[in-house]
């Protein structure tokens, strides 16, 4: 068990351009969220899934934005037409299911120029 | 909606001191647990201890317990012998039905030698 990775850990990108980022959740991990969180905030929430399906997504996440987990194993966030505000750390955490702790990765910085 | 507040933006206290958090939050629900999550600096999120809510026992794990008032809304973290490697943002967060994570502001906890 080698915890949640995320990849890249770091992003620089210039305004307009897409950037997708990748979480490997825990395995046997059925659920898998993604966070958004600002310099000096705690994270906020964007979606979540339950195996390959999208259960939740926040009124943040707008339609620039798109989460995919295909197999119910990895997952992918999306971000097209990237903006200065989406700059921030976005995290992927995973659980073994209800009520169970969250397990954070490490998170990807995005920084949109 | 769910919220949680926390008070303190910055504390700090003596290596092998006694330190106390403060949170509070704001549920309709009956059911839901509350976390404390510590995220050093540049480090990935980590959990700190949990605590149901149908439970009347305050948790404890090692050296951190909680102080759990439901009725007051009120969930807050003491770390006994504070040591240097407690240096971190501490964020408490709540969780219930759709199981997303609601995070407080952080509390940034200095350790002076």
């Known amino acids: 068990d080698t915890g949640v990775s995320q990849d890249p850990r770091h992003k620089i990108t210039k305004r307009g351009q897409n950037v997708t980022f990748r979480c490997d959740p825990i395995s046997e991990h059925n659920r898998l969220y993604w966070y958004r969180q600002t310099l000096g905030q705690g994270p906020e929430f964007l979606t979540y899934?339950?195996?390959?399906?999208?259960?939740?997504k926040s009124r943040l996440l707008s339609d620039r934005f798109s989460a995919e987990r295909p197999k119910g194993s990895f997952s992918t966030l999306e971000i097209q037409r990237t903006e200065q505000g989406d700059s921030a750390m976005y995290l992927c955490?995973?659980?073994?299911?209800?009520?169970?702790?969250?397990?954070f990765g490490p998170g990807t910085r995005l920084t949109v120029t | 909606a769910q919220t949680v507040t926390q008070s303190q933006p910055e504390m700090s206290v003596q290596e092998a001191e006694t330190v106390t958090l403060s949170c509070t939050y704001d549920?309709?629900?009956?059911?839901?647990?509350l976390f404390w999550y510590k995220q050093p600096p540049s480090r990935q999120m980590i959990l700190v201890i949990r605590q149901e809510a149908y439970k009347q026992q305050n948790a404890t794990e090692n050296r951190f317990s909680v102080n759990f008032q439901k009725a007051a809304k009120s969930f807050s973290l003491k770390i006994s012998d504070s040591q240097l490697g407690d240096a971190a943002m501490y964020f408490c967060?709540?969780?219930?039905?759709?199981?997303?994570?609601?995070f407080g502001q952080g509390t940034r906890l200095t350790i002076n030698p």
């Open positions: 899934f339950q195996n390959e399906a999208q259960l939740e």
């Open positions: 549920t309709s629900e009956s059911d839901y647990y």
């Open positions: 955490a995973s659980s073994p299911g209800l009520n169970y702790e969250q397990y």
């Open positions: 967060a709540l969780i219930q039905g759709a199981q997303k994570l609601v």
